[in-house]
C-alpha cells in the first residue's frame, strides 16, 4: 500500500510559523522529515517516552546470556561429567559447542552493549529516531533547527510541548547519544546521510 503523504506534510508545514527555516526544504526533504517525526510520535507517549512493552533486543540479550551459562553447564555435565566417557561416541563432535557458546554469548552481548545498558536499548533506539531527525536537518540545513524542529514535531504529533519534548531536549537527547553510544551515534549519521541522498535523488528526478 502506498501511503500518501502530500496532504499531512504540507498541512504540517502550513502549523509552523513563516519564520521557521524548515519551511525552506524542498519537497522531497519535507515528507522525508514528517515520516521520521511521525514514527518517533507513533513509538512515544504524548511526553516523549517510549511506550512501555517488550523489548526485542533485551530479549536477543537475555538469551545470549544464557547461551553462555548453558555452554557452561554442557562443558561440566555432559563433557566433563561422570558418564562422559559412556556418551562420548554421541558428543565427540559436539565438543566445540560450549566454547563456542561462550564465543557467541561474549559477541553478541558486545554488540547489544552498544545499544544500551539492559532495559535501555528500545529506549535509545526510540531517541535515535528522533536525532534521526535533528541529524537529517542539519544536513539539509548547516544547523540542527532544534527549536523548529520541536515546533514541527507540535503540528506533526499534534501535542502540546513539554520540557521533554523542546528543542533544548531535542540537543540532549543528541549529546547524551553521542557520548554514551557512539557507535549508535555513528549509524545515525549515517541514516541521516543515506536519507539526504535518498530524496536528493527524488528531488533532482
Given amino acids: 500500500m502506498v501511503v500518501d503523504l502530500v496532504g499531512p506534510t ?9 519564520t521557521n527555516p524548515l519551511r525552506k526544504l524542498s519537497e522531497p526533504d519535507r515528507k522525508l522529515l514528517y ?5 518517533y510520535a507513533v513509538v ?3 511526553d516523549g517516552k517510549e511506550r512501555s512493552g517488550d523489548d ?32 562420548l561416541p554421541f558428543t565427540s563432535s559436539f ?4 566454547e563456542r557458546l561462550a564465543e557467541f554469548s561474549k559477541l553478541v ?20 529516531l528522533l536525532i534521526l531527525a535533528s541529524e537529517f536537518v542539519r544536513l539539509k540545513t548547516g544547523q540542527h533547527y532544534d527549536e523548529h524542529l520541536a515546533e514541527l514535531y507540535q503540528a506533526i ?14 540537543r540532549k537527547k543528541r549529546e547524551y547519544l553521542k557520548e554514551s553510544y557512539p557507535v549508535l551515534f555513528s549509524q545515525t549519521l549515517e541514516r541521516a546521510r543515506r536519507a539526504g541522498e535518498s530524496s536528493a535523488a527524488r528531488e533532482s528526478s
Fill in 10 to 18: 504540507a498541512q504540517a508545514f502550513r502549523h509552523i510559523a513563516a
Fill in 35 to 39: 515520516s521520521m517525526l511521525k514514527v
Fill in 44 to 46: 512515544t507517549t504524548p
Fill in 56 to 87: 526485542p533486543l533485551e530479549r536477543v540479550a537475555k538469551l545470549a546470556r544464557e547461551a553462555a551459562k548453558f555452554g557452561a553447564k554442557l562443558e561440566s555435565e555432559v563433557f566433563q561429567g561422570p558418564y562422559s566417557d559412556v556418551i
Fill in 95 to 98: 565438543s566445540d559447542l560450549p
Fill in 109 to 128: 552481548g558486545v554488540m547489544l552493549d552498544q545499544f544500551g545498558k539492559p532495559g535501555h536499548k528500545d529506549g535509545n533506539l526510540t531517541k535515535q
Fill in 157 to 170: 504529533s499534534e501535542r502540546p510541548l513539554t520540557a521533554d519534548l523542546s528543542g533544548d531536549a531535542i
